[in-house]
């Protein structure tokens, strides 16, 4: 057996343990909730407008927007027309989703890569206070793609290392470029 092939058997296994073990309506209810709160990242975008509204938060509030976006950009519309894997939806016989079954590619997860983008500038910009609840925000909504059954195992682990990897690439590069300042009037 084949390294990727051992990974793939470990995805599948795990898909298939999670959804005879880890689903009941209580539960089911509360990873379709965590799920849709990665949705369009509401649940980081509408943050990011609220600190874009006070002067004192408003670059973090910038840098948050922009680790979003540059992590949706690269992750959805490039590494995974790159890769190109097939939904474990498609590929795994019997394999249920709780969720509206979503078209694109399955790797690397898009929910989970802007999810850690979003926590990695929220820590950055603002600590461990408001950086630990992001990164467990982040790691919810990450494991529930799995437990909705709309990703791989793999799919959620990469994305969550892609999203950190950019967010960091992002950051370094808006923290390099000076800030304008404001032109002085004599």
């Not at 073990?21 to 369009?40: I, K, P």
Request: include cysteine; glycine fraction near 10%; hydrophobic fraction near 45%.
């Amino acid at each position: 057996m084949s390294f990727f092939e051992a990974i793939r058997s470990i995805d599948e296994s795990t898909l298939r343990y999670v959804q005879e073990h880890f689903r009941g309506e209580d539960l089911s209810a509360v990873m379709v909730t965590l799920t849709r709160l990665g949705d369009v990242g509401l649940c980081w975008l509408i943050p990011a407008g609220f600190m874009l509204r006070d002067k004192k938060t408003r670059r973090r509030g910038v840098e948050l927007l922009a680790c979003f976006g540059v992590c949706c950009i690269v992750n959805n519309l490039v590494i995974k027309n790159i890769i190109d894997r097939t939904r474990p939806f498609d590929a795994i016989i019997g394999l249920e989703t709780l969720v509206k079954p979503p078209r694109d590619w399955s790797f690397p997860s898009g929910h989970s890569a802007a999810a850690f983008a979003s926590a990695y500038a929220i820590a950055k910009g603002f600590g461990k206070k408001l950086g630990i609840p992001a990164y467990a925000l982040a790691a919810a909504i990450a494991a529930t793609r799995v437990g909705v059954g709309v990703h791989y195992p793999t799919d959620v682990i990469v994305g969550a290392g892609v999203g950190t990897a950019l967010g960091a690439a992002t950051l370094k590069v808006m923290r390099r470029t000076p800030q304008r300042k404001p032109e002085q009037r004599p």
